[in-house]
């Protein structure tokens, strides 16, 4: 999947002349987050896997987004410390939900979408966060549980049922590549 992002703060007479924030940097890792995601989830229809409808489709994005979240959380904790790492991943959530609640607000009409946004990223945190995650990199079980998680999101069709190998074979190790790169460039730009 070709996907142009572009991870690294801009200089010039335009953008403001100051040292970029963790704050800021949420915002654009949000950005690529979301954009990231909302791909992934149309090159799976490409593919040929089938969404029932577009409440399945939110879900595989929802999933593709907390993926995103604990690699972010991840990779961020070998470069800031603590406090840092929990304001950044909590300005991320946060900033996905407004996104989330955004984007439903259109597709489903009135209600609110943040909380359960917001609920479901902190079980898949938790849940993540008892796979290995080695040299840098998430380990099969985080892959396969990332697979599962797409597949269970999905409607059940004999064609959906291998929707799980090409998360974890394609999907998974283009996201981390890409989010790597982003929250690399991005932190090392930050203060």
Same mark, same amino acid.
């Given at each position: ?64 987004? $907390?993926?995103? /979240?604990? +690699?972010?959380? @991840? =990779? *961020?904790? #070998?470069?800031? !410390?603590?406090?840092?790492?929990? $304001?950044?991943? /909590?300005? +991320?959530?946060? @900033? =996905? *939900?407004? #996104?989330?609640? !955004?984007?439903?607000?259109?597709? $489903? ?83």
């Amino acid at each position: 999947m070709a996907i142009r992002l572009k991870s690294k703060w801009h200089h010039s007479d335009r953008n403001e002349e100051r040292r970029k924030t963790f704050a800021d940097s949420a915002g654009a890792l949000a950005f690529i987050v979301w954009r990231l995601s909302v791909e992934h989830a149309r090159e799976i229809h490409r593919e040929g896997f089938d969404y029932a409808s577009d409440r399945e489709r939110v879900r595989v994005i929802s999933e593709y987004c $907390a993926f995103a /979240v604990q +690699l972010v959380d @991840r =990779l *961020a904790h #070998q470069r800031i !410390d603590d406090e840092a790492r929990s $304001a950044l991943v /909590v300005a +991320l959530g946060r @900033r =996905l *939900a407004d #996104q989330m609640q !955004d984007n439903l607000l259109d597709i $489903a009409g009135p209600g609110d979408y943040r909380a359960p946004f917001v609920e479901m990223l902190n079980e898949r945190l938790d849940d993540y966060s008892r796979f290995d995650f080695d040299d840098e990199e998430p380990g099969f079980e985080s892959l396969r549980y990332f697979g599962d998680r797409v597949m269970r999101s999905m409607g059940v069709s004999q064609t959906n049922r291998w929707v799980m190998d090409h998360v974890m074979e394609v999907s998974a190790p283009e996201m981390f590549e890409k989010v790597s790169t982003s929250v690399h460039n991005l932190l090392d730009s930050a203060a």
